[in-house]
């Protein structure tokens, strides 16, 4: 009873609650979450070997940024690519990056980070794969699934022995 | 029968020409395919998206808050050994996505007010062998000075090309 009586004569007191409410409502998004990042791992082999952890999304500046780390379970290294895309809040596509190639050695994590290079960029989109080097080869150019299917069968042959 | 044959060779000869495109075929622009161990325009623009990721995440752009600095962009710098990189080329790739990103305003060499000077290198290291191996090491290095020459930030990426 006294305790309500103190806090309704200081204003003071009101105004210091009204502050924290705002500020810590305010702060909520500004803290880092993880719902508006997304990790796509290509293929069963890559979903059963490695693990998705820590993904977040902060606000930087005017910008945004996104993060996750990868963790690597298997006794395998990894050769990995992966590829940031950006949207706005209406989904609609703000940035595709470039595939960005990284090792990934047995029972290793690594960081990822990528940042919104616009200001409507919100929602961050990471796509993991094997590297696609079919491509490469001039002789291979119009046949890179065929070589893409080939080279992932024979790595999965080659594990299963 | 003369002209159902010529139409009929005529016709064929449209469909091999417009239908399938011999071998030539429309690539990826994310995708980044390299033939020899050389720079592609995709490496430009992973080399763009990797340094600006390092800038704008950097404090020194964070400090900045809502102010949008006027940048010009100094010397670039070839240090590799193919001189034909087209180091605009590389540059108006990262010039477009801090101009896009609305962190800075960018304006041109003979402005007389400006904040920041940007200037970059594209270094390489390279080794092969007898056999045609080759590693190719790029490495691009951005630097922002401010009017007073002092060096504010400096960011860089690295991306080695191998060939078996």
Known sequence: MKLRKIVLNNRRFAKIAVAVILVLFISLPIAGYAGDVEVLLSGDRLKQDLDIAHKVMRPIGRLSKAGFTIQNRSNNLYNLEYQAVWFDQYMQTVSTGTWQRFTLPPNMGKGVVSIGKSQEASIAVFQIRLPHDGVINGSNLGKEHKYENSNMSERENSDNK | ?164
């Open chain 2, 1 to 164: 029968m003369l002209a159902l044959l010529s139409s009929f060779v005529l016709f064929s000869g449209c469909a091999s020409t417009i239908g399938g495109q011999g071998a030539v075929r429309i690539g990826d622009p994310a995708e980044r395919p390299h033939l020899a161990t050389v720079l592609t325009t995709g490496d430009y623009l992973a080399f763009a998206e990797n340094v600006t990721n390092e800038m704008l995440g950097s404090s020194f752009v964070a400090a900045w808050g809502s102010k949008q600095p006027k940048f010009i962009v100094g010397k670039l710098r070839n240090n590799t050994h193919n001189e034909n990189y087209r180091m605009g080329d590389l540059h108006d790739r990262i010039t477009e996505t801090l101009l896009n990103s609305g962190t800075v305003r960018v304006v041109d060499k003979s402005a007389t007010s400006f904040d920041y000077i940007i200037k970059s290198d594209l270094n390489t290291t390279r080794q092969g062998n007898s056999k045609g191996a080759e590693l190719v090491y790029f490495t691009l290095v951005l630097k922002v000075f401010d009017i007073g020459g002092e060096l504010k930030g400096q960011w860089s990426d690295d991306l080695p090309l191998i060939k078996g």
